[in-house]
Nanobody, 127 residues
Framework: VQLVESGGGRVQAGGSLKLSCATS????????LGWFRQPLGKEREFVAV????????VYADSAKGRFTVSRDNAKNTVYLQMNSLKAEDTAVYYC?????????????????????WGQGTQVTISS
């Protein structure tokens, strides 16, 4: 599975950005596609995940109500719509893929299960 993120950039606080993650390679019907982010000097953290087949999504508390993860099966692409952006959302955002296990997407809120990662895209929020 290959993953390529795009859509990062610099926006002012309160603005919006939509990240895309184009996928290719293996079929994703048994996978969850996750978004993680890593602020400069900090550890990578979970943002959101969606199951490719059913579209079931789970969010980190920091993302709830502001971010929406979605997928377009025909385009083999996962999206992260980010609204009401804050300075603390500044980070490199990564797309990742993992096979869904017995806990479903709830089991994909940590980095461990993910086998495939994109290269990341920088998101900078100016206040």
């Amino acid at each position: 599975v290959q993953l390529v993120e795009s859509g990062g950039g610099r926006v002012q606080a309160g603005g919006s950005l939509k990240l895309s993650c184009a996928t290719s390679g293996d079929t994703l019907s048994t996978y969850g596609l996750g978004w993680f982010r890593q602020p400069l000097g900090k550890e990578r953290e979970f943002v959101a995940v969606i199951s490719w087949a059913a579209g079931t999504a789970v969010y980190a508390d920091s993302a709830k109500g502001r971010f929406t993860v979605s997928r377009d099966n025909a385009k083999n692409t996962v999206y992260l719509q980010m609204n009401s952006l804050k300075a603390e959302d500044t980070a490199v955002y990564y797309c990742a893929a993992a096979e869904i296990g017995p806990r479903g997407v709830l089991g994909l809120r940590t980095q461990g299960p993910y086998n495939y990662w994109g290269q990341g895209t920088q998101v900078t929020i100016s206040s």
